[in-house]
């Protein structure tokens, strides 16, 4: 009888203790990081020009959002990169080029097929570099949303 209460009690302590550090590292990986935001501690340009030439490689799709459905057979892709990139717009029938628009920012309207879609969109930086995100949406009539 001993032995299982001291068992039970150690198999207690230690599903506590990994629960606990389980705990403890999912709350540090949520809690943003205490940054201090001055142009003196970044080291930010004084002019435009610079800052734009400065910004990341990037590509962000604000809309629509991965694995969305839709009901209607067409939908307008949006996002954002730096200001006058070419941007290009797979979609499984056409391709779309455009170019980002002076702060950067993007739109194009596509058409869905029935079923799933897969979109690749491909921004085109100046130092020949690409950003490459994909998303796929779905098409259907069988609901009406």
């Known amino acids: 009888m001993r032995k299982e209460v001291i068992v039970a009690i150690v198999v207690g302590i230690i599903f506590g203790g990994i629960f606990t550090y389980g705990i403890r590292r999912a709350n540090l990986a949520l809690k943003p990081a205490?940054?201090?935001?001055?142009?003196?501690?970044q080291g930010l340009p004084e002019n435009v020009e610079e800052a734009e030439s400065d910004l990341p490689d990037s590509l962000t799709i604000l809309a629509p959002e991965q694995n969305d459905v839709f009901s209607q057979d067409s939908t307008t892709?949006?996002?954002?990169?730096?200001p006058g990139c070419i941007v290009v717009i797979s979609t499984e029938d056409e391709d779309f080029v455009i170019r980002s628009d002076a702060s950067g920012?993007?739109?194009q309207k596509i058409e869905l097929d029935p079923g799933l879609n897969k979109i690749i969109?491909?921004?085109f930086f100046e130092n020949e570099s690409v950003g490459e995100e994909s998303i796929y949406l779905v098409y259907t009539t069988e609901i009406d949303l």
């Open 34 to 41: 205490a940054t201090d935001i001055t142009n003196e501690k």
């Open 77 to 82: 892709i949006t996002g954002i990169t730096k």
């Open 105 to 107: 920012e993007f739109s």
């Open 121 to 123: 969109i491909d921004s």
